[in-house]
Structures are given as C-alpha cells and as structure tokens.
C-alpha cells in the first residue's frame, strides 16, 4: 500500500507569514496532485508535478516534487485568509492515475 | 462550461434502505472515478469506469456496492442495505483521457440513520 504522509496536519499562521508544507512517501510516483478543498465542496486541482525536481508556481503558491519522485512540498509566500482550506496531495504510483492515493490533508487557517 | 456534477448533495437513508448516486462527467470526459471520505480520514478510491466498462474496482467494498458507467446518462454509484457506517462523503471524478488529471465533483454527503 502506497501512502502519502502530509505534514503538518494542522497550521495556524498570521496572515502575511510565509509557511511550508510536506508530502512524503517511501514509493515512486509518476505523478503528484495538490488539491484544496473547502468544507462542503470537493477537491479543486492546483497543480500536477511529474518530473523529479520539478518547480511550478502558481501565484504566491509554489510547488515541488522531489528529485526522487517520492515527496512534495508546497511553500505559500505571504498567506492570506482566502488561502484558508485542506490541501490535500494525491499520487498516481501506476503511471495510469487511475487510482489516486491521497494524504489525509493540511488543515491551513490563516488568520486576518 | 459546466463541471463535474454530482446530485444529490445530500441523502439521507435508514438502514436497510438503498442508496443511489448520481455522477455527470465533465463535458468531453469519459473516464469517471467515485471516491468516498471518511470523516477523519482522506479520500479512498473506489472504482473507474469507462463508458459502459469497469476498469478497476479494487476498492470497491465486495458486498451492497455497485456502479455503472451506462452509455447514455450519469454514472451511478449504488449502495444497497446501507449501513451506519457507510456515512461518508463520496466524490465522483472526470478527465478526458486514461491517465490524464482527474477533476472533482462537489460530492454528495450520505448519512444513514
């Protein structure tokens, strides 16, 4: 069984602080998802990462995969309260991503 | 440019009584996938259907559960004899290609009483 661990499970900042989250695992992806996800609503797709070392940024967020392929992380510069959500990270081990494996998320409030 | 739709958002059912639920693809996806949120716990996969075929359902529970992809309609993730336990969020997905991004519907968000 593939499984993403996702640190910290929960986070509390003060809005304009920069933070960093993780997304690790002992297997290989082939790809890895970030997705947030509001209360009530489903996962809304932020980025996909597929090659080891890859760096995407999207706005204030910046995404990377690990040389490895086996761990991601998300740093937010500068988080402010409409980045407040789960983020979740999603990995496709059989190169098909047909079965996602998630993490159990990161709990970010960013407080105003 | 509708999105992935799920109906209904919300279901309530007593024991013993079935559940269906209603997954309409992205517009251009044929490839659908159903996962189910557990309260305190992440999203597990299920099941992947292409139209008419059932690709992978390993994580398919092997009793009360079934789903369909039918060539004309929703897909449809059926539960019978509901059991408390099977109160979860399920969350069906879309992508156009085998392989490619998955997007998300909004969920549905059974509750057995």
């Known amino acids: 069984t593939q499984l993403l661990e996702q640190s910290p499970q929960f986070l509390s900042i003060q809005e304009g602080e920069n933070l960093t989250v993780y997304c690790n695992s002992s297997s290989v992806f082939s790809s890895l998802q970030w997705y947030r996800q509001e209360p009530g609503e489903g996962p809304v797709l932020l980025v996909t990462?597929?090659?080891?070392?890859e760096v995407k940024k999207l706005k204030r967020l910046t995404f990377q995969f690990g040389d490895a392929r086996k761990d991601s992380s998300l740093h937010i510069t500068a988080a402010q309260p409409g980045d407040t959500g789960l983020y979740l990270c999603?990995?496709?081990?059989?190169?098909?991503?047909?079965?996602?494996?998630f993490g159990k998320g990161i709990t970010l409030s960013v407080r105003p | 440019n509708a999105g992935v739709m799920q109906n209904p958002r919300h279901l309530v059912r007593r024991r013993g009584q079935e559940a269906r639920l209603r997954c309409s693809p992205m517009?251009?996806?044929?490839?659908v996938y159903w996962y189910r949120q557990l309260p305190e716990e992440g999203l597990k996969f299920m099941v992947y259907?292409?139209?008419?075929?059932?690709?992978?359902e390993s994580g398919m529970p092997k009793e009360r559960f079934s789903a369909e992809f039918p060539k004309e309609g929703p897909s449809i993730l059926r539960i019978q004899q509901v059991v408390r336990g099977d109160s979860a969020a399920y969350f069906c997905?879309?992508?156009?290609?085998?392989?490619?991004?998955?997007?998300f519907g909004p969920g549905t968000r059974l509750t057995v009483t």
């Open positions: 517009k251009g996806h044929s490839h």
């Open positions: 990462v597929v090659t080891g070392g």
């Open positions: 997905a879309s992508s156009p290609l085998a392989g490619s991004e998955q997007y």
């Open positions: 259907l292409q139209k008419e075929n059932i690709i992978d």
């Open positions: 999603a990995g496709d081990a059989s190169g098909a991503n047909s079965k996602l494996t």
